[in-house]
């Protein structure tokens, strides 16, 4: 059950649709998250109003609490406080790394609209996340091949992830209640981070993910920046050519997304 302190400060803030803003009010979730963070550094992004964050700070280490929206940071000063948390208001991608504590940690219930740079940030820094996302993102994270979901944020996640389900929760724990069901999900990073140059061309050739891959090749000529004679002759050089690419494994796009790399330097030396 929601405490009477929370109640009362969930009636004083209005949720800015701009931000993306849902506030958590089942404490049993947060509860269930926390688990996550014993005797670890912690670091959240928008904490909202501090339901998530009081149970992190039962159990962490240390949480540090970035939180945008100034009137929301307020009331979260005024209404929580341990000796191990520290808050910051900001717009969680312009701060310095440094400023986070060397975080082992990120346990948040993020705006929807901020999971896919979420997910680089994890990647870039090799942070272990707990977040409760949309579920038909989620969904496409664990996508197989050759299923409906697969894509390229399933590529992507599952060669720099370890991705697993933790609980299903539903709209009615949040308010205002979105229009979407949510999924708390696990995510450990693997030793390998994808650079810049190859997320752009699995997104090219994802983009024409029921195409052969010769094909998907010459339709993503342009993302790719190569003219038609010379997609033409990278869609005859890359492994799998005749395969269709969302059938593939991750692994084996990225043999392509090799090939056209190479393909690509060769260019212009």
Not at 52 to 59: K, R, Y
Not at 100 to 117: H, Q, T
Request: hydrophobic residues 40%.
């Amino acid at each position: 059950m929601l405490t009477e302190d929370y109640k009362s400060m969930l009636m004083t803030v209005r949720a800015s649709k701009k931000l993306g803003q849902h506030f958590l009010i089942n404490p049993e979730v947060a509860k269930a998250e926390a688990r996550y963070a014993e005797g670890k550094r912690v670091v959240e992004m928008g904490p909202g109003l501090g339901i998530l964050t009081d149970a992190l700070c039962s159990v962490s280490k240390n949480v540090v609490a970035v939180e945008r929206d100034r009137k929301v940071f307020e009331l979260l000063r005024e209404n929580i406080s341990a000796p191990n948390l520290k808050l910051i208001n900001a717009d969680f991608f312009d701060i310095d790394y440094k400023e986070l504590g060397n975080p082992e940690i990120m346990v948040s219930n993020i705006p929807y609209n901020l999971s896919s740079k979420t997910i680089g940030w994890l990647a870039e820094h090799g942070t272990e996340a707990v977040l409760c996302l949309q579920k038909e993102f989620v969904e496409h994270m664990l996508a197989e091949p050759d299923t409906r979901d697969y894509s390229k944020l399933s590529v992507i996640t599952r060669l720099q992830f370890n991705v697993s389900h933790v609980l299903d929760v539903p709209l009615k724990d949040f308010y205002p209640v979105p229009n979407v069901n949510s999924i708390v999900a696990h995510i450990k990073p693997k030793q390998h981070l994808i650079e810049p140059d190859a997320l752009s061309i699995i997104g090219a050739i994802m983009s024409h993910k029921k195409k052969k891959v010769r094909n998907a090749i010459n339709d993503a000529r342009s993302a790719l920046s190569i003219d038609p004679k010379e997609a033409r002759k990278l869609s005859d050089s890359v492994p799998f050519a005749n395969e269709r690419l969302f059938k593939l494994e991750p692994e084996k796009i990225m043999e392509i997304v090799y090939s056209i790399k190479e393909f690509k330097r060769r260019l212009i030396t």
